[in-house]
């Protein structure tokens, strides 16, 4: 068995693994600071308040218009009944019909001066105060939008810190996987996360030993991929993660390793951003990413120097 190529497409495989599991936090950390750069202001009652003593829709002057109308109306009524009942001779129907219409009259009278004169001074201070009540809303409305501009500008601002961070691993990662594919042991077309993932099982259950000849890897992977027995978009493996398990199980624990790793980091990230819209202490508080970093480029600077290991293997 060729050692050194299985430790090398290894290397590769981790690498890819990397790649995938930066690009996913570094996406993920996109989504947070746009989700978060969208402040969700609290809107500001710019209307001036008025008087409401007869209600929303009811205007003073309408109400005065209304009782004169209607007085008039109950007056002339009133007059009718009056002539009415002198011509029959029921003198004391018409005495109280008189009564009603002078009641009707001066009533009418006093609730026009209420509605004209008493009605609109009182509006007035009833709007004074509601508008007074709606300025303490806004200034309450002001301090809340304030606060949540700054916990939501400080949030913004710490994941822009981890995406700056993790974004140095991710350059690091790819630079290094192109170092080693410049060494052309691997052929372009497979030169992905999927397809060196199965290559890698292959190799590892003994089903090949080399990379090209008829039993070789390469012509083992054609044929998986021609009769669908692998899956090598990335896209379509996500979806169909469980159904991958059997045939491309070295993919499987290699993304679900991945997964696993930016839930931990973005799970220590989500702590610190609780503690920010909580007001709690946050300040000394280190990046997740840099503990993160320095694991990542601890391994890039091994997978360097096992580089040059390789360097003998022939493109097979």
Sequence with gaps: MNTKLIEYIENIVCLERKKYEQQKILNDFQ???????????EKEDTVKKSGQLLGEYFDSFEAAGWVFVTGIKLIVACMIGIL????????????????????????????????????????????????????????????YNKNIEIKYNN?????????????????????????????????????NFA???S???????GICTELTGH???????????????????????IKKLDEIKEMQGCLYSQIAEANRNVYRLENNINTSVKKILNNQSYQNEQLSSISYNSNSQSQDIKFIRDMELYRFLSRR
């Excluded at 989504?31 to 202001?41: A, E, G, L, R, V």
């Excluded at 630079?175 to 497979?190: F, Q, T």
């Excluded at 039993?215 to 493996?237: H, N, P, S, T, V």
Aim: net charge positive; with cysteine.
């Design 155 to 191: 949030v913004v601002q710490r994941y822009r810190s981890e995406y700056k961070e993790v974004k140095k691993s991710y350059d690091s990662t790819v630079a290094c996987l192109n170092r080693y594919y410049d060494l052309n042991i691997i052929y372009p077309k497979y030169r």
């Design 199 to 205: 290559m890698l099982d292959y190799f590892k259950a």
């Design 31 to 41: 989504k947070k600071i746009n989700q978060y750069s969208d402040i969700p202001y």
């Design 84 to 143: 009415i009942f002198e011509i029959l001779g029921s003198k004391t129907w018409a005495n109280i019909m008189n009564i009603i219409a002078n009641i009707i009259f001066f009533g009418g009278i006093a609730l026009i001066l209420i509605f004209l004169i008493i009605v609109p001074i009182l509006n007035k201070f009833d709007g004074i105060s509601r508008d007074n009540e709606r300025k303490e809303e806004n200034k309450k409305i002001k301090e």
């Design 195 to 197: 397809l060196m993932s």
């Design 215 to 237: 039993e070789g890897a390469y012509r083992i992977l054609e044929d998986d991929i021609r009769f669908r027995r692998i899956e090598y978009k990335m896209d379509i493996i």
